[in-house]
Nanobody, 127 residues
Framework: QVQLVESGGRLVQAGGSLRLSCAAS????????MGWFRQAPGKEREFVAA????????YYLDSVKGRFTVSRDNAKNTVYLQMNSLKPEDTAVYYC????????????????????WGQGTQVTVSS
């Protein structure tokens, strides 16, 4: 079992920046590929970013490319989502997810590929 706890969400003005953190515990962090998803009111959960175990491979939703950066610190069992140039349409609950990876360079972009989920952190971007 892996426990995931997100933090860092808050109200921010459009054009601003936030860094979300997701702390993992319970199992060996370096066995897991990590991902970020978000869910806006009335919408389905959508993929935002993914990172492989090694951190060498990342993948992004098109609408966040160039604005968001996913990274991980395996020594701290933590994955991050740096969000810059935030827009009102980025408003959502952001979830961290983890899943065992078949090799260190693998990442996953579908929600049904992830085994463990955090409770979410609210990001609100005002216009």
């Amino acid at each position: 079992q892996v426990q995931l706890v997100e933090s860092g969400g808050r109200l921010v003005q459009a054009g601003g920046s936030l860094r979300l953190s997701c702390a993992a515990s319970g199992r060996t962090f370096t066995n897991y590929a990590m991902g970020w998803f978000r869910q806006a009111p009335g919408k389905e959960r959508e993929f935002v970013a993914a990172i492989s175990i090694s951190g060498s491979n990342t993948y992004y939703l098109d609408s966040v490319k160039g604005r968001f950066t996913v990274s991980r610190d395996n020594a701290k069992n933590t994955v991050y989502l740096q969000m810059n140039s935030l827009k009102p349409e980025d408003t959502a609950v952001y979830y961290c997810a983890a899943t065992p990876a078949v090799y260190s360079g693998r990442y996953y972009s579908r929600s049904d590929e992830y085994r463990y989920w955090g409770q979410g952190t609210q990001v609100t971007v005002s216009s």
